[in-house]
């Protein structure tokens, strides 16, 4: 009897823990998507992260949890801002850099395109490195943190090579490559720069350098030569960035936003992410699915592991082609592409999915930070290819190899003996 009474207790607890679950998850759900009060002369205030991305966990949880904007939302927080009547203005808050320039550029083209409107825009810098300023030069107006200084040094990269380690513990990279700038495999098999791989390192970062000051000297009404000088004498203290033109004020982020504060209330990109393209009178034309490719491509299902990081797996890619295909209301397909390459097989099997797909339904490549090897081979049989001018891409050819480690186990005095039959 007290057994049966226990498991009564039970069994109701847990039945009351799933309705409150549910109702909860409900209530939730119904707050936000009810979507944000837009007040009017709304200031949009828009953190760009350190760490911008193509996708983020999304779904109930993210909303919940406040996922991190992408460059997408970013994006469309822009082009919904110029035709809303309700936003008079916009704050854009450039934080750390992005390790490469694609998405960086696509969110500066997105603010010109903003300016367009006749709105407003200013940035605010709370550290001012290359890529924030970068960005912040598409505003209006730029203001510096008083105690922050401008670090507009130009462009430089740096390479790992780890042959000499390997040769110290007695392990030899055996890898082979085809095509003289396929220089992956050159972290494990040089102790510096070849030829090609230093030509193409140089002619990336000159190319970057020449977009950098081109883009900086256009929108602050300045010859490219005396932006080229001062990249030449940076960093700068905050009173010299000032002093030599490069922003217009030193100030506080507090400061900036209440600037005109009476007059207009502030909405950040995150509330305003919620506000749907549709209500403002975008995105009424024909449906196109976006399909996202972000990360290493492998085989089997998309996801995350410790050492690759995010994985693009050619069976998600797969499906998600086919599903939007076969849908008789997608009229088009953006195959959005932020991939380094990975496995040659998967890449293949991409690859043909995308030739069966555009017999169907067109299909564009649009190219994020990097489309290179695999990343670059899955877009060719696109209908067009659209990338930025700092995209990363190319990088034609196959590397692979192994690592020899029998001498590092012998100094190590260990030993492998094989059995086998066949």
Do not use: C
């Amino acid at each position: 009897m007290f057994i049966r009474r226990g498991v009564r207790f039970i069994l109701t607890l847990f039945m009351a823990a799933v309705i409150v679950s549910s109702v909860t998850m409900v209530v939730v759900y119904f707050l936000l998507s009810r979507g944000p009060s837009v007040p009017r002369n709304a200031t949009l205030v828009l953190r760009v992260p350190s760490v911008l991305t193509e996708v983020n966990a999304g779904g109930l949880l993210g909303q919940v949890l406040g996922a991190p904007p992408t460059v997408r939302s970013i994006v469309d927080n822009l082009h919904k801002a110029a035709v809303d009547d309700r936003v008079s203005r916009v704050v854009l808050l450039p934080r750390g850099g992005q390790a490469l320039w694609g998405k960086i550029q696509e969110v500066r083209d997105a603010v010109m395109a903003f300016k367009s409107s006749g709105k407003p825009v200013v940035a605010y810098l709370e550290y001012g490195g290359d890529q924030q300023y970068y960005l912040a030069t598409a505003a209006d107006r730029i203001f510096l943190m008083p105690t922050s200084p401008l670090d507009l040094m130009g462009v430089a990269s740096y390479e790992l090579f780890l042959r000499g380690t390997f040769d110290l513990i007695g392990v030899y990279p055996d890898f082979l490559h085809a095509g003289d700038y396929k220089t992956a495999g050159n972290l494990f098999t040089e102790e510096t720069f070849t030829q090609p791989h230093r030509e193409m390192s140089e002619s990336l970062n000159a190319d970057l350098f020449d977009q950098l000051v081109l883009d900086i000297a256009t929108s602050r009404s300045r010859p490219a030569s005396e932006i080229r000088a001062l990249i030449a004498e940076g960093p700068f203290l905050p009173e010299d960035a000032l002093a030599a033109g490069l922003v217009d004020e030193l100030a506080y982020e507090d400061e900036v936003l209440a600037r005109d504060a009476e007059e207009q209330q502030p909405i950040s990109g995150q509330d305003y992410a919620k506000v749907s393209l549709r209500s403002v009178g975008l995105n009424t034309g024909p449906k196109i699915a976006v399909i996202h490719v972000a990360g290493v491509i492998n085989t089997g299902r998309s996801g995350y592991n410790s050492t690759q990081g995010s994985v693009v797996g050619s069976d998600t890619v797969i499906e998600n082609l086919r599903e939007a295909r076969n849908d008789s209301t997608v009229r088009a397909i953006v195959l959005r592409i932020d991939s380094p390459g990975g496995s040659a097989i998967a890449s293949d099997v991409i690859w043909r999915e995308v030739v069966l797909t555009r017999a169907d339904t067109p299909v564009i490549a649009s190219m994020s930070d990097v489309a290179a090897s695999g990343g670059y081979y899955i877009a060719m049989p696109a209908q067009a290819i659209v990338a930025q001018p700092a995209t990363l891409t190319g990088s034609i050819g196959v590397v692979a190899g192994k690592f020899v480690v029998g001498e590092a186990f012998s100094k190590l005095g260990a030993n492998i003996e094989s059995v086998s039959q066949g």
